[in-house]
């Protein structure tokens, strides 16, 4: 495709991702929510996604990109550019390449080729790095300590959008036409039954052989029917979510099984052998939890056999983010992934993290302290456990009892 400049980004045209809780934003990293003129944030409970796709909010973005500048709500992807890491713009337009091949840009929307669908919080796991926006576990966890007045309710309640408006699956039967690319990713996609009965409509349709779909997974579940509507599509990529290894795997994803996600992409792997229009990923995101472990991470990646391998940064919650440790747990973090025994692949991400690190602004730790006993506390765990040298580096004290 023909690009005005070399900051630009695509997605604004062609993409939109709709959120667990039924609102819009133009990607997964956008700052802000897209808003009606009143300021309104948008909710596909009352309104759908071509009219969202063809906002003001959207074509003054649209413009922005032309103008050459930099808008803020894409500013992860600036951070993450600044620290030498690809980001989800510069990712998108290789990813894109063969479908957008457009030439002229201005500030009117194309067809919508790409959605990323977060179809509700429906979700097994409560994990450290997630929260009630994405999780139903989470958010049930949360209620039962804070009551039904809390955020955490409301969440639930957002949460079930997708079925709360069936008038939703009607409007995005009507786009399947024009799409070329679907993600999905959470909650847990392979829980949310919606979406498969949604892809066998275009199996039905005849249109399958043109989609592509992207799965983000945690790998707890193995939907043993879904590869009788997948082997219709053009390309089934499932990306696993994994963070770390073993017990510190479980500590950060509560619920998880170690032994059975393994089992899990074991028949994956099989499911994948059968069918060539499938490819299996790893998508690890760095955070506080796992910076310090990332070594034994990047080496149980290269003992199984992923097509593609993505380290990705964590932004939110910012106290979650290995950009805002204190200081002396930056340093301990930097020192263990400059001595890490890697792969040249893991050793160029592993730089490009240390750079990210480097450029985030400390903070002071009081948070993330406070956040890890609260949680701790409730789940009957213990950093000191598993993460010794994060414990010690960010000078946690254990559960508040």
């Known amino acids: ?23 819009v934003r133009p990607c997964c990293l956008a700052e802000h929510e897209i808003t009606d003129n009143t300021g309104k944030k948008y909710s596909l409970l009352t309104t759908n996604l071509d009219e969202i796709h063809n906002s003001e909010y959207m074509q003054k973005l649209r413009q922005e990109f032309i ?60 994990c450290r790095i997630c929260g009630s926006w994405s999780s139903s576990t989470f958010a049930t966890e949360e209620v039962k300590f804070e009551g039904k007045d809390s955020f955490h309710y409301q969440m639930l309640k957002d949460g079930a959008w997708p079925r709360r408006n069936q008038k939703f699956w009607t409007e995005i039967d009507k786009l399947m036409e024009q799409v070329r690319y679907l993600e999905f990713t959470g909650g847990e996609p392979f829980m949310i039954q919606e979406h498969f009965q949604l892809l066998q409509r275009m199996v039905e349709k005849g249109i399958a052989h043109n989609v592509e779909i992207h799965y983000n997974t945690n790998g707890t579940k193995f939907p043993e029917h879904a590869e009788e509507i997948w082997k219709h599509f053009k390309l089934v990529e499932i990306a696993f979510s994994i963070d770390d290894v073993e017990e510190r795997f479980e500590y950060q994803r509560t619920n998880a099984i170690w032994k059975e996600v393994n089992t899990n992409m074991d028949r994956f792997e099989a499911m994948r052998d059968r069918n060539t229009n499938m490819e299996l990923q790893v998508c690890s995101t760095v955070n506080v939890f796992n910076v310090m472990y990332l070594e034994g991470l990047a080496n149980w990646i290269d003992q199984r056999s992923f097509n593609f391998v993505y380290w990705n ?65 409730r789940r009957q765990q213990d950093l000191r456990t598993h993460h010794p040298e994060l414990a010690y580096a960010i000078e946690y004290e254990g559960p508040r009892l």
């Open 1 to 23: 495709m023909k690009l005005p400049h070399d900051k630009f980004c695509v997605l604004p045209w062609v993409s939109l991702e709709t959120s667990p809780i039924g609102t």
């Open 67 to 126: 103008d050459g500048d930099k808008p803020d709500t894409c500013k992860k992807c600036w951070n993450e550019e600044r620290s030498g890491r690809t980001s989800k713009r510069m990712h998108t337009l290789n990813r894109l390449e063969h479908i957008v091949t457009d030439t002229e840009w201005t500030a009117d929307a194309k067809p919508l080729v790409f959605i990323d669908f977060k179809l509700g919080n429906i979700c097994n796991l409560k």
């Open 313 to 377: 940064m964590l932004h939110e919650a910012r106290h979650h983010s290995v950009g805002t440790l204190p200081e002396r747990a930056k340093q301990v973090a930097i020192e263990k992934l400059k001595k890490a025994n890697v792969t040249e692949y893991h050793r160029k991400e592993f730089d490009n993290i240390i750079d990210f690190i480097n450029g985030g602004d400390s903070l002071d730790g009081e948070q993330l302290r406070t956040t890890v006993a609260d949680v701790d506390r």
